[in-house]
């Protein structure tokens, strides 16, 4: 008896196949079978109720309260600081005003200023003396003669205690008047001058000088004028 080959029994197997393969291939091709698709499902969360105290719950309902803790905001107290104030002491004047210091009726005008004694007296050296002259003037501004000038205070701890009357030194002018004092050439605010009558009623505040030791300003220039 003749024996059958395996091998064309697997070619007509494998061959088989192919066919149904083929076939199913093209199958899916023409639209006839739909390959299955797979879709990825998302899921759906499930709603979150806040529950309210008003909200009954029903029968059979379940509700997730979502409970949100409310921060309370309490306020610290405010802190007011009481301060204390001292009152300041009134300053009591002891000052006592002269009587008539503001009513006096004569001033003087302009600012004493220091000139080179040169100006008047060019035949004198520096060191000679320290010179102190002007004038007097009423209210219209004309020479005011007889007027008594007075030079006080000290000068270097020397005692100073002068007179003159107005008009009796031209050179400064028709009413003109002037004070000689050796010059010590030394800084020195203690020298004053005041204008007063005949009879010795002061007419004028006192007015200090300020004496430089600079050859520069060795000749002090005060005026007076009428006021009232």
């Known amino acids: 008896m003749a024996r059958r080959k395996r091998g064309s029994c697997s070619s007509i197997t494998i061959g088989i196949v192919l066919m149904i393969i083929i076939l199913i291939v093209l199958l899916v091709a023409s639209g006839i079978i739909t390959a299955p698709v797979v879709r990825k ?5 499930s709603p979150t109720f806040t529950a309210s105290p008003q909200m009954d719950a029903q029968p059979g309902v379940t509700l997730a309260a979502s409970q949100t803790p409310t921060a309370t905001h309490t306020p610290l107290p405010s802190f007011t600081p009481t301060v204390t104030r001292t009152p300041t002491p009134t300053k009591t004047s002891t000052r006592t005003p002269t009587a008539t210091e503001k009513s006096m009726p004569f001033v003087i005008r302009g600012t004493p200023e220091g000139l080179s004694h040169t100006l008047f007296h060019p035949e004198y050296a520096c060191e000679d003396y320290l010179f102190i002259g002007g004038q007097v003037w009423d209210l219209q501004d004309s020479p005011l003669l007889g007027l008594v000038v007075r030079l006080g205070g000290t000068y270097g701890g020397d005692i100073v205690d002068m007179t003159v009357k107005s008009g009796s030194s031209a050179i400064y002018g028709r009413s003109g008047y002037e004070f000689a004092l050796t010059n010590k050439q030394i ?24 004496v430089t030791a600079s050859c520069q300003a060795n000749l002090i220039i005060v005026n007076f004028k009428q006021v009232r």
């Open 41 to 45: 499902t998302t899921p759906i969360p």
């Open 187 to 210: 800084a020195d605010g203690n020298i004053y001058i005041q204008l007063e009558d005949e009879n010795g009623e002061v007419l004028s505040t006192r007015t200090f000088l300020n």
